[in-house]
C-alpha cells in the first residue's frame, strides 16, 4: 500500500501518529527532569519549578496516548466497515486544533506556570487537578476533538453496510468517553466530595473507557496481524466490556478508602480492585494459542511481540501490581508513595503503550508495502524500552517501600518521618536507580523513532494470513 492509496482518514491516521511519537518524546524529557529533581531538589530553583515538570510528564502522557488511540481508530475504521469516515474534513481541521491547544497549554505551563486561586486562573492557566491541569478553555476544546470523534465513528458506523461486534463496543464507549469528562470542569470546594468524583474522571476515563478503546483496537490488530477468529476477539470484548461495568465501576472503591466515604469501601474496593485487566490477557492467550496451531506465523514481528508484551505487562502493571498495592491493608501504607509511582508507570505502560507502539509497526509495514517486516533496530527499541520500564519500576518500588515501612510503618506519617525516609539509603538509590533506567528508556525511545524512520528490506510475506473469521 503506497501513501496515494491511503484513504483521507489513513493520511489522518498517519498526522495522528506522528503528533503521538513527538508527544511521547517529549513526556520521556519531562520525566527525565522530574526524576533528577529527586536527586539535586534545588535544580532550577525560580527558574522551573518541579510541579510543572512533574504536570508537563503526566499530561503529555494522557494527550500522546489519546492522539495513538485516536490514529489507530481513523486508521481501521474504513477497513473495517468498508466505508469512508463520515465528516473526515472537520476531524483533518480539528486535528490542527488540537495540535495548536497541545502547544498553548504547554507554553503556559512553561512560561506562565501559576496564577492565583480565582475563577481566571481556572479558565485560563492551570486547573491544579491532576492529571486535568489544563485551563478549562483547553479542556472544552479537547472536548471538543472528542465529541468531533465519536460523531465520525458513530455516524460511519450507521451509514456502513455493515456493523460488527467490535463496532458496537466501541460506539458503546463513546457515550462514557465523552460524558465523564465532564468532570473535568467543576471546582468543588469540600475536597473530599471533589476528590470522590475526580477518581470518577482518573479511573473510569482514563482507565476504564479506555481499557475498552484499546480492547478494540487490539482485537483490531490481533486479526490483522496473527489472522485471529473475529468470533474469538469479539467474544473476549464482551466479557471486557462486562467486567467494566462490574468489577470497574466497583474497583473504583480503592480510591474511597482515605477520602471520608463508608467502610464498606474498604471491602468492596480491595476485592474488585484487580480484574479489569483479565480480558485483555484473556483474548491474547487465547488469540496465541489459536495462532499456536499454525506455529505462531506472522508477516509482523515486532508487532507481534509488542501485543504479546502488552498483554502480559498490563496483567502484571495493572492487575498484580495494583493489587498488590490497593489492598486497604496495604494502602494504608503505600498510598501517595513511590510504591504507587511504580505501579502508575507500569499499568500505563503494559495497558496502553505497548498497544499503540504494535499499532505503529502494523501501520509501517502496510504503508511500506513490505510482505514481511522485521530487522534489527526495532529489537533495539523493545529490548531498550522494556529494560528501562521493568528497571524504573522496580527502582519504585524499592524507594516506595523504604516510604512505606520508615515514613509511615515506623515514623507515623509525621513531616520529620517523610524527610527521614527520603534521606533513607533505599530511597535515595532507588531514585537513582529510576533515573539511570530512565536513560535507557530513552535510548529505546530514538531506537524506536529509528526503527520507524528507517525504510524496511522489501521482502515478500513469508506467510499467507488467513482471513479473520
Not at 414 to 434: D, H, Q
Request: hydrophobic share 55%; net charge neutral; glycine share 10%.
Amino acid at each position: 500500500m503506497s501513501r496515494s492509496e491511503l484513504t483521507r482518514s489513513q493520511k489522518l491516521a498517519l498526522r495522528y501518529f506522528a503528533a503521538a511519537v513527538t508527544l511521547f518524546g517529549v513526556m520521556i524529557i519531562f520525566g527525565l527532569l522530574s526524576s533528577l529533581y529527586y536527586l539535586f531538589p534545588g535544580m532550577l530553583f525560580e527558574v522551573f519549578n518541579f510541579n510543572t515538570s512533574k504536570i508537563l510528564h503526566i499530561d503529555v502522557l494522557v494527550i500522546w496516548l489519546l492522539m495513538g488511540f485516536l490514529g489507530s481508530v481513523y486508521w481501521y475504521l474504513p477497513k473495517e466497515l468498508d466505508h469512508e469516515i463520515e465528516g473526515i474534513g472537520m476531524a483533518e481541521i480539528f486535528f490542527w486544533i488540537f495540535c495548536a491547544v497541545v502547544a498553548a497549554v504547554a507554553v503556559i505551563f512553561l512560561f506562565v506556570q501559576y496564577g492565583p486561586g480565582n475563577e481566571t486562573t481556572l479558565w485560563l492557566i492551570n486547573q491544579g487537578r491532576k492529571y486535568v491541569e489544563a485551563p478549562r478553555w483547553a479542556a472544552i476544546g479537547l472536548l471538543a476533538v472528542m465529541g468531533v470523534f465519536a460523531y465520525n465513528v458513530a455516524v460511519t458506523a450507521m451509514r456502513a453496510k455493515r456493523m460488527t461486534g467490535i463496532m458496537w463496543v466501541l460506539v458503546l464507549d463513546l457515550i462514557p468517553l465523552l460524558v465523564v469528562y465532564l468532570d473535568a470542569f467543576p471546582a468543588d470546594p469540600n475536597m473530599s466530595r471533589d476528590l470522590y468524583w475526580w477518581w470518577w474522571l482518573v479511573h473510569m476515563w482514563v482507565e476504564s473507557t479506555w481499557e475498552v478503546m484499546i480492547g478494540c483496537i487490539m482485537a483490531l490488530v490481533l486479526m490483522d496481524v496473527m489472522g485471529t477468529s473475529r468470533r474469538i476477539v469479539e467474544a473476549w470484548l464482551y466479557i471486557e466490556v462486562m467486567l467494566v461495568l462490574g468489577a470497574g465501576i466497583l474497583g473504583l472503591g480503592h480510591h474511597y478508602f482515605w477520602i471520608g466515604t463508608p467502610k464498606y469501601w474498604l471491602s468492596i474496593g480491595g476485592f474488585f480492585s484487580a480484574l479489569e485487566p483479565l480480558p485483555l490477557l484473556g483474548m491474547i492467550v487465547h488469540a496465541v494459542y489459536d495462532a499456536g496451531m499454525h506455529r505462531l506465523k506472522t508477516n509482523n514481528r515486532p508487532a507481534f511481540y509488542w501485543i504479546t508484551t502488552e498483554a502480559f505487562l498490563n496483567f502484571i502493571g495493572a492487575g498484580i501490581w495494583g493489587f498488590m498495592m490497593t489492598l486497604p491493608q496495604i494502602n494504608m501504607f503505600s498510598h501517595g508513595t513511590q510504591w504507587t509511582v511504580s505501579h502508575g508507570h507500569f499499568a500505563f505502560y503494559g495497558a496502553y503503550v505497548c498497544g499503540v507502539i504494535a499499532v505503529l509497526y502494523v501501520v509501517k509495514q502496510q504503508v511500506s508495502g513490505v510482505g514481511f517486516l522485521d530487522g534489527r533496530l526495532w529489537k533495539w527499541g523493545y529490548g531498550l524500552l522494556n529494560l528501562g520500564m521493568v528497571g524504573m519500576v522496580m527502582a519504585l518500588l524499592m524507594a516506595g517501600m523504604a516510604q512505606a515501612f520508615y515514613g509511615r510503618a515506623i515514623g507515623g506519617s509525621t513531616l520529620m518521618a517523610f524527610v527521614n525516609a527520603s534521606e533513607n539509603p533505599w530511597f535515595v538509590s532507588g531514585m537513582w536507580a529510576r533515573t539511570i533506567f530512565g536513560f535507557v528508556f530513552a535510548g529505546g525511545y530514538v531506537a524506536l523513532v529509528c526503527s520507524m524512520l528507517r525504510a524496511p528490506k522489501r521482502v515478500p510475506a513469508l506467510y499467507p494470513q488467513p482471513e479473520p473469521a
